[in-house]
């Protein structure tokens, strides 16, 4: 089965989706001291983040049995649970929570993943019902001490979320991202720890710190455009290794388009053409550019056309009622309904570049 979206841009939909339902509501379990229906929760009351469990040296803190039966309360309504909210049908937990050999839960980012995976059905499910899924899947997944250290780990990286309400827009400009940056990162800390903030985030952090730094270049008005492209060529070999390779990933597309495009205006051959985008991309791959290059052609060729007979309509002095008539039938006679859209749209922006 294909696993849900991965980890990294799933976690941008879970925060924006969290933002919504923690600002209109919570639900819980048994308020009510009812353990088999699922209750809304009237209380207003933020969460405090609590700190780590030592399992061993806490069987009778009275905290401790209260997560204890907390926990045991959502994983017997999760385990009753039959069927799974539409957009999980079909797909594979995406991460995994594991205990290392003394039954401590080992703090990953695959645990992150693995509660995004199940908070991806917000809107389906209310809070409750996915925290009940996830209480079901940590006691399946994980020992007894380890299992009530995920458990407390969810709820503390649930806070974490709701606090990010707090967190304001930023209008795009270096000091307001690094303002956002900061108290996203001091929020992390506050209720995660250090240890977990960093397994979480790390990847993250990167990311961000790097961003930072290249709109600090992209601001700075006593750099040349050449001295910018150097420093921030500097800053992308700085990254990790994985994120490098992230980025050279989602950039190939567009930096191979680029580079296809000047051969060609050089006067390069196809053949060239093709062996560049073998080398880069593969074979098959090579195979499917070519099919768009000459759908593309083909489209070009065809709204060539049209524009011809479409300004021969346009300068025949009919009125503009009756021109718009004959327009439509012009592009209804030449291209199927979506086609038609597309048309429309390229005229409204060819029309507008033309004033």
Known sequence: MEKKTSGVVLSVVIVAVLFAVFVGYQYDFGRNGDENTLAESSSTEILVPKQPIDAATRQNDAAFMKDQAEFQRYVQIGNALTSLP?????????????????????????????????????????????KARIAAYINKSLPASAAIQAWQLLNNYLGYQQ????????????????????????????????EVSD???????????????????????SLSAAEKAKRIALLEQELPESIRDMRNETQAPSRIANEVDALRQGGASEEEVRQL???????????RFEQLDKARDQWDGRYESYRAERDDIV???????DQQRSLLRLQERLFDQQEVRRVQALDRINDSSAR
């Open 277 to 287: 985008r073998e080398q880069e991309f593969g074979v098959e791959a090579a195979d």
């Open 86 to 130: 539409p957009s999980l049908e079909g797909t594979d937990i995406d991460g995994e929570l594991v205990a290392d050999a003394q039954g401590n839960l080992i703090i990953t980012v695959g645990a992150r993943r693995a509660f995004d995976y199940f908070l991806s059905a917000m809107g389906e499910d209310d809070l409750g019902t996915i």
């Open 163 to 194: 606090a990010l309400v707090d967190v304001p827009d930023h209008n795009g400009s270096a000091l307001e991202v690094r303002d956002v940056i900061k108290s996203r990162q001091q929020f992390r800390t506050a209720w995660l720890g250090q």
């Open 315 to 321: 300068a025949s002095g009919l009125a503009p009622e």
């Open 199 to 221: 397994a979480f985030f790390g990847f993250d952090d990167a990311i961000d710190n790097f961003t930072l730094s290249r709109l600090d270049v992209s601001e700075d008005d």
